[in-house]
Antibody, heavy 120, light 113 residues
């Protein structure tokens, strides 16, 4: 059974930091691109960033609004992806989902999400 | 960036009726080397994460009822629910994964008439 379990969300003040983790199981993590998508309350889905697999040189990309503040990473030995979020802004408040894109099959697996609230 | 536009924004249909949601991309999401359209459809119910219905534009995810189908190629795509059930009330999203940034449609709210 495929599972993606996010953790690390919580309440943080503007300017603060959080590190989200995404623990994966049930599929070939090392062969998958790992993405982060967020959704503010009552809003649509917004892609945040991704890190590709080793065979794709761990290529990284972000949306412009988080460039320089957020960092995606992965540890294939632990089947875990991370999203380090610094200099958080109120507008970063959202549920953050990790998403695995299995390149070989085109399937996309989603976690249950973790809530990040940026507020003073 | 590729812009994804869904239509309509909301849709009300009767139980047993066919429901159709459209998704248009501002540029082609067909990857010629493998002839795959990098387009997915999701269903999202309140308080739940998005549920994958369709990937590669027309491949139904395992366990998804066969009343859900996806079609289209290039820039124009359609999600069809052949016979609407009460449990299909949700918001539906399309997105491309052809390149970065990945972008989503604005969502279509489906209700029962």
């Amino acid at each position: 059974e495929v599972q993606l379990v996010e953790s690390g969300g919580g309440l943080v003040q503007p300017g603060g930091s959080l590190k989200l983790s995404c623990a994966a199981s049930g599929f070939t993590f090392s062969g998958s691109g790992m993405h982060w998508v967020r959704q503010a309350s009552g809003k649509g889905l917004e892609w945040v960033g991704r890190i590709k697999s080793k065979v794709n040189n761990y290529a990284i990309a972000y949306i412009a609004s988080v460039e320089g503040r957020f960092t995606v990473s992965r540890d294939d030995s632990k089947n875990t992806a991370y999203l380090q979020m610094n200099s958080l802004k109120i507008e970063d408040t959202a549920v953050y989902y990790c998403v695995a894109l299995v390149a070989a099959t085109g399937q996309l697996y989603w976690g249950q999400g973790t809530l990040v609230t940026v507020s003073s | 960036d590729i812009v994804m536009t869904q239509s309509p924004d909301s849709l009300a249909a009767s139980l047993g009726e066919r429901a159709t949601i459209n998704c248009k991309s501002s540029q082609s999401v067909l990857y010629s080397p493998n002839n795959k359209n990098y387009l997915a459809w999701y269903q999202q119910k309140p308080g739940q994460p998005p549920k994958l219905l369709i990937y590669w534009a027309s491949t139904r995810e395992s366990g998804v009822p066969d009343r859900f189908s996806g079609s289209g190629s290039g820039t124009d795509f359609t999600l069809t629910i052949s016979s609407l059930q009460a449990e299909d009330v949700a918001v539906y999203y399309c997105h491309h994964y052809y390149t970065t940034p990945i972008t989503f449609g604005q969502g279509t709210r489906l209700e029962i008439k």
